[in-house]
């Protein structure tokens, strides 16, 4: 009887270090000389970030420090979907930074179509916003993760592996 081995494509991250990412930045926002008197708000949401502040300069100078912070604490700047700038009430502004997570069908779907184009042996299959990715060697599973990390970057997410079986 031959044996089967698989794991899991995920898009996901740690949320704890998010919420610890985002604390660094409150810290230094409130203690940043140029920061300090900006009367800055970053509030977590369940799937977004919200930074409500004076002008679009300090609103870029903390998106660059959560984007430094993020990067210390070994989160991908994948996850992170800056949308447009809103002015508000004034001079304020305001930014939304969406969460990205799990995988979208458009992207399961055509990550699936590119292991079985490079690989016919292998079998995948679509689980809600994950991949499973079936097949009978550990050294074809590799060649496929190897794959699946160089179409990372032109897909914009973040990609983990997980349940290596």
Same mark, same amino acid.
């Given at each position: ?100 997570? =799990? ?22 299959? %679509?689980? =809600? ?5 079936? =097949? ?20 914009? %997410? ?8």
């Amino acid at each position: 009887m031959a044996s089967t081995y698989s794991f899991d494509v995920v898009s996901e991250f740690d949320r704890q270090e998010l919420v610890n990412t985002l604390d660094q930045v409150k810290r230094e926002v409130d203690q940043r000389y140029d920061l300090k008197d900006s009367n800055s708000e970053i509030l977590l949401e369940e799937d977004k970030i919200v930074i409500t502040t004076a002008s679009d300069m300090t609103l870029q100078a903390i998106a660059d420090v959560i984007r430094q912070k993020a990067t210390k604490r070994k989160l991908s700047l994948k996850i992170f979907d800056f949308q447009k700038i809103d002015v508000f009430s004034g001079n304020r502004v305001r930014q939304n930074i969406i969460l990205r997570r =799990g995988l979208s069908q458009e992207i399961a779907k055509k990550l699936s179509k590119c292991i079985r184009d490079y690989m016919k042996k292998i079998n995948v299959s %679509i689980q =809600g916003e994950s991949l499973r990715v079936t =097949g009978k060697s550990k050294d074809q599973l590799q060649e496929v993760i190897e794959l699946l990390r160089s179409k990372e970057e032109e897909l914009q %997410i973040p990609l983990q592996f997980e349940n290596f079986r």
